[in-house]
């Protein structure tokens, strides 16, 4: 009796056990991730309400046979993690012809359009602008992000450039060296600006300028380390983006924080994408 209940409790205990730990890198600030129901959370259920905190939340529910934990870092060491070979899963990155040397990729959701802040009333822009001709500009500096993708479109001008590249706040802050004259233009996500000029009180004089090469922006992705486990995690990953991506939800994580006039311009993009996603497998 005693032998059986033993066997019992090893095949209980024994099949949780062996059951795969996906860890979800938390990467970014807001509104990416915002402030959970614990001050730094260990678990998808202890997230907050950014964009990329429901998306972790959603694709955990959606992969009830899997662990799930969560990882603070810093996105270059996230990169750098991953690269050797750590098992870990991140779900806003852009697919690059390097990152695909040591990472699956599974698209997640539809691409936005980055824009072009700057002080306002400074000189020589107005409409329109193309990137590849403002990086030839001498005076005019920009300012990008160290160890981040600005997409396919123009992380190959920015390195042709040799563009200024250093650590940059995820937060409101980062306007307010853009305001102080720290660099004159940046590239970024609308929802985060959104997010950041609200928070600012005097709100700063900044001009917005839409971006000639972001017309049609590549979607972000889920990636996982390029290995044995990321293979059958991505596999898995992308299983259930098809299957969030029929669920009211998968709209709710990405259209919370996008600007009105963003969510009316690409209304009918974003529903082909998660009509078209839902059917479709995407790994690579």
């Given at each position: 009796?005693?032998r059986?209940?033993?066997?019992?409790?090893?095949?209980?205990?024994?099949?949780?056990?062996?059951?795969?730990?996906?860890?979800?890198?938390?990467?970014?600030?807001?509104?990416?991730?915002?402030?959970?129901?614990?001050?730094?959370p260990?678990?998808?259920?202890?997230?907050?309400?950014?964009?990329?905190?429901?998306?972790?939340?959603?694709?955990?529910?959606?992969?009830?046979?899997?662990?799930?934990?969560?990882?603070?870092?810093?996105?270059?060491?996230?990169?750098?993690?991953?690269?050797a070979?750590e098992?870990?899963?991140?779900?806003?990155?852009?697919?690059?012809?390097?990152?695909l040397?040591?990472?699956?990729?599974?698209?997640?959701?539809?691409?936005?359009?980055?824009?072009?802040?700057?002080?306002?009333?400074t000189?020589?822009?107005?409409?329109?602008?193309?990137?590849?001709?403002?990086?030839?500009?001498?005076?005019?500096?920009?300012?990008?992000?160290?160890?981040?993708?600005?997409?396919?479109?123009?992380?190959?001008?920015?390195?042709?450039?040799?563009v200024?590249?250093?650590?940059?706040?995820?937060?409101?802050?980062?306007l307010?060296m853009?305001?102080?004259?720290?660099?004159?233009?940046?590239?970024?996500?609308?929802?985060?600006?959104?997010?950041y000029?609200?928070?600012?009180?005097?709100?700063?004089?900044?001009?917005?300028f839409?971006?000639?090469?972001?017309?049609?922006?590549?979607?972000?992705?889920?990636?996982?380390?390029?290995?044995?486990?990321?293979?059958?995690?991505?596999?898995?990953?992308?299983?259930?983006?098809?299957?969030?991506?029929?669920?009211?939800?998968?709209?709710?994580?990405?259209?919370?924080?996008?600007?009105?006039?963003?969510?009316?311009?690409?209304?009918?993009?974003?529903?082909?994408?998660?009509?078209?996603?839902?059917?479709?497998?995407d790994?690579?």
């Amino acid at each position: 009796m005693l032998r059986r209940y033993l066997l019992i409790l090893l095949l209980l205990f024994g099949s949780t056990a062996h059951a795969e730990t996906i860890a979800w890198a938390v990467a970014d600030g807001p509104p990416f991730h915002l402030p959970g129901s614990v001050p730094k959370p260990a678990r998808p259920v202890e997230l907050g309400e950014g964009v990329n905190d429901l998306l972790i939340a959603y694709l955990a529910e959606e992969l009830p046979g899997f662990h799930h934990r969560l990882e603070h870092l810093s996105r270059p060491k996230m990169w750098r993690l991953m690269q050797a070979g750590e098992p870990i899963c991140y779900v806003d990155a852009f697919k690059t012809p390097e990152r695909l040397g040591f990472a699956y990729f599974s698209a997640v959701t539809v691409g936005v359009p980055q824009v072009l802040v700057t002080r306002a009333g400074t000189p020589g822009l107005e409409g329109e602008q193309v990137l590849k001709e403002l990086l030839q500009r001498k005076d005019l500096r920009g300012v990008f992000e160290m160890g981040r993708s600005y997409g396919a479109h123009l992380d190959p001008m920015l390195e042709a450039a040799k563009v200024s590249r250093q650590p940059l706040p995820s937060s409101a802050q980062v306007l307010r060296m853009l305001e102080a004259g720290r660099m004159d233009y940046l590239v970024e996500y609308p929802m985060a600006l959104q997010y950041y000029v609200e928070r600012l009180s005097p709100a700063p004089e900044l001009a917005f300028f839409d971006l000639f090469e972001e017309r049609d922006p590549p979607p972000a992705y889920v990636a996982c380390t390029r290995s044995a486990w990321g293979k059958g995690v991505i596999e898995a990953v992308d299983g259930a983006i098809r299957r969030l991506a029929v669920r009211p939800e998968s709209r709710r994580a990405f259209l919370r924080w996008l600007p009105a006039d963003v969510r009316q311009a690409h209304g009918a993009r974003i529903e082909r994408f998660y009509r078209e996603r839902a059917l479709q497998r995407d790994v690579e």
